[in-house]
């Protein structure tokens, strides 16, 4: 979709400016990068998150970044680190007892996007092994995909929705419809027991792996058990919006709608940019700046299918998300990796709370170029 006739000067000049700055930073981090997998910056370095622990399921964001950025200026400086961080992240696949339901962030990112580009035929079959591995964790009984390893097989968390594209994808070039169902089962199962009545999100519900029952909803990475986790939210209106793109069923872009609607509404509050939990106490204050990238990312999928008077609606939003968020979080300073801070894995871990992670840097660039339509459509 061209966005621009749905930005006032103001606006569109205010995102061309973000995406030479963009290009700027990033271009300096590429090259300062080698072939480090980034995932949160320790004194203003990027530390090697394929040596700490190359099974990470945020190893495939800065592959995103790289394609993005190659498909928007065409540079081979992209396209190599990519192929490069490929080359170390696909060993994993010789190992898929050792990866989770988050092989839709790796591989969407990395080897999809590269058969999206340039049509590798490798890469394209490296993309059918890691979807083959999602298909795998299915649970028929419960329909489900299991989130987790070790002894959590009835774990199902929100995050989820995000991978399912994979599955989609995997079905179009297969023909294969197995995997298509296989993301409808989860999808319809999301709907029951994860997504909640007024909009909210559950983040982990458990499930009786025998009967399907549901068990429990523990807290995860929100504030507890019945909160509202922001980022949890924004997997929400982003994983509906594309559950309808991928199937056309109504039911998914209300669901979408209700979600995004619930987002705005508790952001609108705090001037766009997110609290880790919306649900929290108000003491102590924290932000999620990854939330409001996510969500914006969504909504920006949304405005796509929802009528012709509730675009704006869903579109100005996105905008004050990017716009709030990037103000009070980014840093441009080119001699320190990272761009968006204050992005939160979670409400309790102080380590990984109110710093720059790098899908918060990946969802902002993929806004930016959406806005300006030169992105490269990921899921």
């Known amino acids: 979709m061209n966005y621009n006739g749905r930005m006032d000067q103001e606006t569109l000049k205010w995102v061309e400016t973000k995406w030479q700055q963009l290009q700027s930073k990033l271009a300096v981090e590429v090259k300062r990068m080698g072939e480090k997998i980034p995932y949160i910056p320790v004194d203003g370095r990027y530390v090697d998150m394929g040596e700490k622990n190359i099974f990470w399921w945020t190893n ?15 540079d081979e400086m992209y396209k190599e680190a990519a192929i490069n961080l490929s080359k170390r992240l696909d060993e994993t696949l010789e190992f898929p007892n050792k990866l989770d339901h988050d092989v839709g ?20 079959e490296t993309g059918l092994r890691a979807a083959r591995i999602l298909a795998d964790r299915y649970n028929p009984i419960g329909k489900f995909i299991k989130a987790w390893n070790g002894n959590r097989d009835g774990w199902v968390i929100i995050d ?13 070039e297969t023909g294969d419809d197995e995997y298509r169902q296989i993301a409808i089962g989860h999808t319809e199962t999301a709907c029951k027991n994860i997504l909640r009545k007024d909009g909210s999100t559950n983040h982990i519900v458990v499930f009786d792996v025998n009967t399907g029952e549901m068990l429990d909803n523990p807290g995860g990475q929100g504030y507890a058990s019945g909160s509202s986790w922001s980022r949890g939210q924004s997997w929400a209106v982003y994983g509906m919006s594309l559950a309808y793109r991928h199937t056309g069923n109504e039911e998914y872009l209300n669901r979408a709608k209700l979600a995004a609607n619930y987002f705005i509404a508790n952001t609108a509050v705090t001037d766009f940019v997110p609290v880790i939990d919306f649900r929290a106490p108000k003491e102590p204050y924290y932000i999620d700046s990854t939330a409001g990238m996510i969500a914006a990312c969504g909504l920006l999928e949304l405005v796509n299918y929802v009528e012709e008077g509730e675009k704006n609606f869903y579109f100005d939003a996105a905008i004050k998300l990017i716009k709030a968020v990037e103000a009070r979080c980014a840093n441009w300073n080119e001699d320190e990796d990272g761009i968006i801070g204050y992005g939160s894995a979670c409400y309790e871990r102080s380590e990984d709370r109110e710093v720059p992670i790098i899908y918060g840097d990946y969802y902002f660039l993929e806004a930016i170029l959406r806005l300006l339509d030169k992105d490269i459509f990921l899921w």
């Open 60 to 74: 495939g964001f800065y592959g995103g970044i790289l394609w993005q950025m190659y498909h928007a200026t065409k």
């Open 160 to 172: 989820c929705l995000m991978n399912l594209p994979l599955l989609y994808w995997a079905t179009k």
């Open 105 to 124: 962030f790796m591989w969407l990112h990395t080897a999809v996007a590269n058969y999206r580009e340039t049509g590798d035929t490798v890469a394209r």
